[in-house]
């Protein structure tokens, strides 16, 4: 099996989006969570293992956001933000109630897609926007994956088109 980056020189990375993000209530600090039976979720890491707020700004001085904001995942967004040649946005905003929630356009980013390509979707909730980025695909995984599938359909039918 093919691998896009081998486990063993894996940093510390972030959990994948997924559409029930914005449905499971608060997020709860990973150690609690672990404590009840369950994984941590991307909003419990986001919200309770970065040194960022939603009031932080992204500074406008290139391609990289602080990585004071990242603890153990800098090494991570390092890297994702030199594939992907944008700085990684502010990863949390304030809730109507006034806690911190994940940002859907740190999801965004996160995912690979756009910036904007659900975000800036008029009339949809921050709750859609999260259901919509964790029901998709991360479009250099997708890519991958057909590459490969159709490298090997390619040498079952001797190399033709």
């Known amino acids: 099996m093919a691998r896009l980056f081998p486990r063993d020189r894996a940093d510390v990375l972030f959990k994948t989006p997924t559409a029930n993000l914005a449905s499971?209530?608060?997020?709860?600090?990973?150690d609690k969570r672990k404590a009840g039976g369950h994984g941590p979720t991307l909003e419990d890491e986001v919200c309770f293992l970065l040194n960022v707020t939603p009031d932080d700004e992204l500074p406008d001085d290139g391609p990289h956001s602080p990585a004071e904001w990242w603890n153990e995942f800098a090494p991570a967004v390092y890297r994702w933000e030199c594939i992907r040649g944008t700085a990684a946005p502010v990863p949390v905003v304030r809730g109507p109630r006034g806690g911190v929630k994940l940002s859907p356009e740190f999801a965004e980013w996160l995912m690979g897609l756009d910036p904007g390509w659900v975000t800036s979707v008029?009339?949809?909730?921050?709750?859609?926007?999260?259901?919509?980025?964790?029901?998709g695909v991360v479009p250099h995984q997708a890519f991958y994956a057909f590459r490969e599938l159709k490298a090997k359909l390619d040498a079952r039918n001797?190399?033709?088109e």
Do not use: D, V, Y
């Not at 499971?24 to 990973?30: E, L």
């Not at 008029?122 to 029901?135: D, F, H, Q, V």
């Open 24 to 30: 499971n209530g608060s997020a709860q600090h990973p």
């Open 122 to 135: 008029p009339g949809l909730t921050r709750k859609e926007m999260i259901e919509r980025i964790g029901n």
């Open 158 to 160: 001797g190399g033709g």
